[in-house]
């Protein structure tokens, strides 16, 4: 099996659905041309490849590159845009929350949008907030869109694949810091479904829910409390929209205690949803109250040990199931 | 070149048709509960939508905004599915879920509505960039008030429009006010279409009470959009007799100016024209006429008649899958 690190699992699943399908093309500012021209890099290469036609670098215009994806998938294209950093969404976000996701409902149905909107996302590179700044929260709170936070190459693959073909508006956020930790990729072509959470830890004394880059913060949790004969589930959620509920409902009702853990700040972020349905549906198997590991609410810092200090570690988290035990 | 009598009386129908079914809602308006929510007129700006529609091909497609009846009468939309979508009945062209503000209908091309000002331009480049990619020989019109080319919208979509040649036109009604303000109060330059040598695109200004002027511009920018020369800006000088919604006072507007402005009304004009050339008698008119009144009528006893739609049915529509 082929060792890919996020960005080279992102780009096959690109490579892939453009050659199946001549209605998908990129478009984003440094899509074709990249100032970074790295081959870790989801679209590197695919303009030598599919040429100047199906990839588009656009200006610096947030709102005309969400608008030319939520037009040309009126008119019966797929197109996959790139927000190049999550923040940046906010300049897209009229066209993405106030146009993709509520035209169909608007038409009755009649219009549809399957567009992919792919945004960089992630603290841990120094950049600051402007840069850095996890918005999961805001999308996945806006009914008609799908959210997608993959958290290994090759469930990256997977989902985007799928995320391309569906008929509905997916906002797909990779986290930066995945580009480059190398994973297994299956050969042979599959798709991932999107709305289906998957176990990659098996445990019967605590679940941990969580997605994207923190995936690996929970596996090193789980291994180091293993040592002391604590074994935690792991839930990767992989879509926030839409919910897996079952898998979660399932093993909290195994574990019976719930522990959600994710980078974006803590004040309305998923977390709570997650803690909620929980709650509300299986409140009965909760031995023990529910905890949240989330960034602390404040900006991303620069400074190294704040930066640090504020993307949730292993500590944090081993420190929160043992509150709970 | 000159305009034929059938596209002539093409404008004139769609323009009196508009007219007849925005003068049965402001009655209909009038009548506490029988419309939801705002109702937003383009009574006295009908040369635009009719005079741009008229020279478009049915497969050219529309994004329209909040006021949108003129614009999607003329390119075809059924009265009865409007009136009852403006109802907010089951019927309606988008099932009740859009009401007056954001009517879609893309059995004729019309496939969004963007009620955010300034939304409509950037939706209209991705349309205009899907018709190139599969060299379709059709185009894409947006309209937009004088409002939105203060939006970063507007500057964002004439660049990317401009630079990658797509066939879009962008059609600005300016019709003097945005909210309650004129003109003068939110933009220095004296015309809108004065920014296209910005973007390095073709820029017309139009008598927008002048149907015939519209259409002969938007058959100009037509051509350019198909034959690969990229995008137009059109603005089409304009007022707006009515207020931002049937509940606005207009207090801000003077009275004088606009009983200056109705003098000026698109629909006599037409009219006369078509009088003087012999192209249709007074009789004709009034059947004309008659007959627009009675599809008027008719849709609204449609929407009167229609049921509401099931509850259940606001759940769904959300997502395809």
Known sequence: ?325 | MQVSKEKKLEMLRSMLLSRRFEESLVELCKIQGKIPGMMILCTGQEAVGSGVCSALNPEDVIISNHRSHNHLLAKGADPKALMAEIYGKKTGCNKGKSGTLHLAVPEINAPCTSTVVGGGLPISVGVAFAQKYKNEKSVTVCLFGDGAADEGSFHEALNLASLWDLPVIFVCENNLYAGAQRYEEHTKVKNIADRAVGYAIAGEIVDGNDAVAVFEATRRARERAVSGQGPTLIECKTYRCRGHGEADPQHYQPKDEIAEWTEKCPIPRLRGELLSEGWITDKELQELEKEIEKMVADAVRFAEESPWPDLEEALEDVYVS
């Open chain 1, 1 to 325: 099996m082929q060792q890919l690190g996020m960005g080279q699992a992102v780009n096959q699943a690109l490579r892939e659905e453009m050659a199946r399908n001549p209605d998908v093309f990129i478009a984003g500012e440094g899509v074709g041309v990249s100032i970074h021209d790295n081959p870790m890099l989801p679209t590197a290469g695919l303009l030598r490849e599919f040429g100047p036609g199906r990839v588009k670098d656009t200006p610096v215009s947030e709102a005309a590159i969400a608008g030319l994806a939520v037009g040309a998938a009126v008119a019966g294209l797929r197109p996959v845009v790139e927000i190049m950093f999550n923040p940046f969404f906010t300049l897209a976000s009229d066209m993405i929350v106030n146009h993709a996701a509520k035209l169909r409902y608007l038409s009755g149905g009649k219009s549809t949008f399957p567009l992919v909107v792919r945004i960089k996302s992630g603290a841990g590179f120094g950049a600051g907030c402007q840069h850095s700044h996890n918005l999961e929260a805001w999308v996945a709170h806006c009914p008609g869109l799908k959210v997608v936070m993959p958290s290994t190459p090759a469930d990256a693959k997977g989902l985007l694949k799928s995320a391309i073909r569906d008929d509905d508006p997916v906002i797909f956020i990779e986290d930066m810091m995945l580009y480059f930790a190398p994973g297994p990729v299956p050969d042979e072509e599959y798709l991932i479904p999107m709305g289906k959470a998957d176990i990659k830890r098996k445990g019967q004394d605590a679940t941990i829910v969580t997605w994207s880059k923190m995936l690996g913060v929970a596996m090193k949790a789980a291994d180091r409390l293993a040592e002391e004969g604590v074994q935690v589930e792991v839930v990767d959620l992989r879509t926030l929209v839409p919910l897996d509920k079952e898998t979660v409902l399932s093993s909290v009702r195994k574990t019976g205690r719930l522990v959600v853990l994710h980078e974006a700040t803590r004040t309305g972020g998923f977390a709570g949803e997650i803690c909620a349905v929980v709650t509300e549906e299986a409140f009965s198997s909760l031995k023990a109250p529910f905890r949240r590991v989330t960034g602390p609410d404040i900006p991303v810092p620069v400074s190294p040990p704040l930066e640090r200090f504020y993307i949730p570690d292993e500590e944090k988290l081993i420190e929160a199931v043992r509150e709970i035990l």
